[in-house]
């Protein structure tokens, strides 16, 4: 069965950087435009970045300069390195691709 399995989150202070990992399964990435989204205390899902089949990148307007995507199509995996995070940046983060989830994984920045 298809899954995409994140990895990377943890406890980072603010200023600092993470790299998150999204390593999927029965599905070849390089045919899907592959995404991030985040989730919030309290908050709606939104769409972080994403990243076409022909590597063209997009960002919400609140990542932009700080966040990259990018995709390694021959270890099916997709990444978002974070730096300059911000408290705000704290939620769990999911990677989709097409309409496939995966469980998500928890960023928290602490001030």
């Known amino acids: 069965q298809v899954q995409l399995v994140e990895s990377g989150g943890g406890l980072v202070q603010a200023g600092g950087s993470l790299r998150l990992s999204c390593a999927a399964s029965e599905i070849r990435i390089s045919i899907y435009t592959m995404a991030w989204h985040r989730q919030g205390p309290g908050k709606q899902r939104e769409l972080v970045a994403t990243i076409t089949s022909g590597s063209t990148t997009n960002y919400a307007d609140s990542v932009k300069g700080r966040f990259t995507i990018s995709r390694d199509n021959a270890k099916n995996t997709v990444y978002l390195q974070m730096n300059s995070l911000k408290p705000e940046d704290t939620a769990v983060y999911y990677c989709?691709?097409?309409?496939?989830w995966g469980q998500g994984t928890q960023v928290t920045v602490s001030s």
């Open positions: 989709r691709g097409g309409n496939y």
